[in-house]
């Protein structure tokens, strides 16, 4: 239904939002999401969101970019995709995933539902997690896949990310392999 294959010289802001947020909006993160073509820009047909440490009154200071699309693309099931390859290092949890558009309609997350099609910690880039956040009390269905010695690793090279959402239940795949299914989440 839409994809968007990066090869124009610029986001295309009619698809993608760019989110702005301060250090410690969320998980105390150190990084600030900001609006600049250092951090958020397009490359040989991909997508960089960079990370860029700065210092700011003799600290150490971090910025970095955050795409959504909010309010432009919509979907209620379907096919999930993206081929990415992740940061390493202490502190990167880059991630693909899915938020409802009125968050508020269940209620603040967890309530809401949050569906992590893709979440690698960047001291750990051989395992891969899909989760299934939902529900009060929180509720989550997560699963991992850990890449054997003989595959490259998630930051090394690109994998493809794939999750299919159906009436009734959630399946998460990478690089075509089925490595978690939820079938069993619930709303308030």
Known sequence: VWEDNFDAEKLNRDDWNVELHQPGWVNAEWQEYV???????LKDGKLV???IK??????DYYTSGRVNT????DFKYGKFEAKLKVPSGMGFLPAFWMMP?????????????????????????????????????HGQKQG??????????????????????????????????KFHEANDWYTK
């Open 144 to 177: 991992t896949y850990v890449l054997d010695a003989s595959k490259k690793d998630f930051a090394e090279t690109f994998h493809v990310y794939t999750c299919e959402w159906e009436p009734g239940k959630i399946t998460w795949y990478v690089d075509g392999i």
């Open 54 to 59: 700065t210092t700011k009154n003799d600290k």
């Open 101 to 137: 558009t009125d968050e508020g309609f269940y209620g603040q997350w967890p309530k809401c539902g949050e569906i992590d099609i893709m979440e690698v910690m960047g001291q750990s880039t051989n395992t891969l997690h899909g989760t299934i956040h939902y529900g009060e009390p």
């Open 35 to 41: 609006d600049s073509e250092e951090n958020i820009y």
């Open 70 to 73: 909010k309010d432009k693309h």
């Open 49 to 51: 969101l960079q990370a």
